[in-house]
């Protein structure tokens, strides 16, 4: 009895061992998390002291030393002897920082989530090899392979990252490989292509053409165009109208004869308005410098670890300031001695959809211009953790992959069964060579070729030189096509509907030295009608675009700090067009919608943090969209439907009173436009009562819209920032919504002697470790909207009292 006794407690810690050992399920590994010699303390990194600091790493692969200095902010200054080493360097280091995240969103990129998380991920790996994820890398692989250096900078990279994971052991991996229990693999070229192609399905994956057919059906083509017309009412477009055209237009294709009767029935949102970006450069004329001044802010989606992280690169022939992507080569905002340049989403029509006809349920053969045609086939293997592998074939037309067949449920709601995807990221390109050559960039010509390079996700290339020019490029790869294209399901068997060729880039819409003294770009039409091609018919709200030129039109003696306070605008100029329109419809108030109106009345029309106008507004906003036209135009999954736009509503509100929309159909009565005006507020005020209590402080903008950067890992709070003291919204400058924002704001001033001033921040910090005091430090000076200096240095033994380490890199 007494052996019975003493083994049984030593059975009980045996088993316990093994379970705190193991994942079950979803759980971690609890024990390992938790131990004193492997776990997630062991992430804890020591403080800074107030000393500089030396050290010297061994890496295998360096053809010479590589001397790296850290500032204040954990930003590596990297000087290495050629190119090679350049990306060796800056593979390592970015790895040292931020080397989960790589590799995580490489997984994700490239549908392979479920070999970490399980059976739950396939669903989402499914979807994103369908969509030709792994094949438009591939794609681009081969189109950067073509470039020596760019396919120096890509091994060299890989190189670099892959001797970080070697130098790992268990106990040093980061945080999020001990809560998922999994171990980093080797680095290759081709999952730095995969995170570059994984841009374009942020930026350029969204589509509307199913809800546009089922309009169409529905209500016809003279209701689809007059409510969801092809140029806004209001717009002030990326180039200014009148601008010189240096181009003579190549002949635009007849296109398809009828968009109609096509397509299935499953749901598709409209394309995210908050994913999107500002950026400007003034000339110096209107500079206090007399030197143009260059500003940009990308908006994405805000997480941590940052999207971006901030690099000096120097080698012979470079030295580059900026933010790079983890997990790709190069700066790929920033600027050097002589340029500046960044970027803004265009958003132009690259996607569209062809239904497919098949000959048979073996689904070989397709139909096409009057004869059947062979399909091809891809076989994808996906590893599942815990699970046997799955096997799934994707069938190709030469429009591109069937995504989803008929009798399938798609994992997004905006892609239409039973059709082929036409999409330019499924293009071969060599984006790389664009970044390596704008990084060198010395002159207008230098970032003029760069952009011939560059495919997708097409973005407005700002530029700014110490030479005095300044410059935008709308730039990508377009399709050329007829004017509506793809603005509806296409037919797939139908010839004139396939994309005839590429409008030549040299045709891209582009402006450089403009009268007015600045370029600048929201997101906004990129062009006004005059425009021989067709780029598409749906982009950003043009509030964003229509403020920054107003001011910038107005602006004389800017400085930097000027710029940043332009990036930190809050006006609301929806507000101050849309407010005196509602007030007008305003009968009888309650006592509520009384104390309400009189909180818009006197606002300033300014989304402060604390303003409570700016939360009535927008909710108003929402809630009147709503009640205008969730009844016609509904979102039944089954059928569902576009809505218009905000600047259609505006428009309807001016000018027809009478029109039928405004009768809300649900109802036996038939509405007016004030009775959805007054339905609205009140639903409006019900609302903002139910979530935050009576009007007041707690019905703060800041607090209503609950602005966070969250980790990567949906659900880890406690690795996220919530609630953030911050104002904007989404069609204004300081585009700060509950879940995206400015996700690196930077303002560059050129100098004739080769010394740039910046400044610059993102909510974030250089560290993906939440164990590090650099993990989150910039969020509360993203949150104030200042900036940090950034320190240009010319050599690794200049001195400054900002410097904290030094790492000599050796072979």
Known sequence: MKIIKSAFPLAIALFLTYAMNQSWGTIPPIGKIFSPFHGFW????????????????????????????????????????????????????????????????????????????????????????RMGSVYGAEKSFEGMKEDPAAKTALEAYSDGVNAYIASLSDRQLPLEYKLLNYRPEPWTPIKSALFLKNMSFVLASGTDDLKMTNI?????????????????????????????????????PAGPVDFTGLGSSMTTPEKDPNIGSNNWAVAGNKTVSGLPILANDPHLTLSLPSIWYQMQLVAPGVNVYGSTMPGTPNVIIGFNKNVAWGVTNVGSDVLDWYQVKFKDASKQEYWHDGKWKKTMMRIETFKIKGKKDMVDTIFFTHHGPVVYLSHEKPFRSNIPVGHALRWIAHEKSQELTTFYQLNRAKNYADYAKALTYYSAPAQNFVFASNEGDIALWVNGKFPLKSKLQGKYLLDGTDAAADWQGFIPQAHNPHVKNPVRGFVSSANQFSVDPSYPYYLGWQYAPSERGRRINERLAVMEKITMDSLRGLQNDNFNIRARELLPLLFAQVKSPTAAQSKALAALKSWNLVNSPESVGATIFENWVLTLQDYLWNDEFSADEKVPMSRPSMDRTIQLIKSEPAARWWDDTKTPAKESMSDIVMKSLQANVDTLVKQHGPQGPEWAWYKHKQTG????????????????????????????????????????????????????????????????????????????????????LTSPEEKSNRLRKKITLSK
């Open 709 to 792: 950067v969250r980790h990567l890992i949906p659900g880890m709070d406690a690795l996220s920032r919530l609630n953030i003291p911050i104002g904007g919204g989404g069609t204004i400058v300081n585009a700060s919504t509950t879940k995206t924002g400015p996700s690196w704001r930077l303002v560059v001033e050129l100098s004739k002697e080769g010394k740039p001033r910046a400044y610059g921040v993102y909510p974030g910090g250089q560290s993906g470790n939440p164990g590090s005091s650099h993990y989150d430090d910039l969020i509360d000076t993203w949150a104030k909207g200042e900036l940090k200096p950034l320190l240009y």
């Open 42 to 129: 062991m992430n804890a990194e020591s403080p800074e002291s107030g000393e500089p600091t030396e050290e010297t790493l061994q890496i295998a692969g360096l053809h010479q030393p590589v001397q790296v200095v850290y500032d204040e902010m954990g930003v590596p200054h990297v000087f290495a002897q050629d190119d090679h080493d350049l990306y060796l360097a800056q593979g390592y280091l970015t790895a040292k920082d931020r080397l989960w995240q790589m590799e995580f969103q490489t997984h994700f990129a490239g549908g392979r989530i479920s070999e970490i998380v399980g059976e739950k991920g396939m669903a989402s790996d499914q979807f994103q090899r």
């Open 216 to 252: 169409l059906r529905k209500y016809g083509r003279e209701v689809a165009e007059d409510l969801f017309p092809n140029y806004p009412f209001q717009e002030s477009p990326i180039i200014p109208v009148g601008s010189p055209v240096d181009f003579k237009p190549v002949p635009i």
